[in-house]
């Protein structure tokens, strides 16, 4: 019985650290899938002017992001930023989303 609590202890904990995003300190990243799976998008204070509306490239559509930038990030459902579709604001500094409410096709990053 031990080895079996110590074996489902230690296949939980694997399962859970890879499932762990890599999106760095100052990034916001974005995924194609749910999970942090698929193609990713990555976007910081460089490419990513505060205030204005950023569609996601390509037509790329984000499934699941975090947001790891110093600064609060808005995601939008339309590719111009429209407050006309969903849209939410996650705080930065860490905040992981898994699976985004709607299909995120722009970010917005705020002051």
């Known amino acids: 019985m031990i080895t079996t609590l110590v074996a489902t202890t230690l296949l939980t904990t694997g ?3 890879a499932a762990a995003p890599e999106c760095d300190r100052g ?3 974005a ?4 999970d942090y799976a698929g193609q990713s998008h990555r976007l910081d204070l460089e490419t990513a002017n505060p205030g204005e509306c950023i569609p996601l490239p390509g037509g790329f559509v984000a499934r699941s992001f975090v947001n790891h930038l110093t600064r609060d990030a808005s995601v939008y ?3 111009t930023c429209s ?3 969903e849209f939410t604001t996650y705080p930065g500094g860490g905040t992981y989303v898994p699976d985004a409410p709607f ?3 722009a970010i917005q990053v705020w002051e």
Not at 31 to 34: K, P, Q, Y
């Open 15 to 17: 399962t859970a650290h």
């Open 27 to 29: 990034e916001f990243c």
């Open 31 to 34: 995924w194609s899938g749910a």
């Open 77 to 79: 459902q339309g590719a």
């Open 83 to 85: 407050t006309e579709a």
């Open 103 to 105: 299909a995120v096709r």
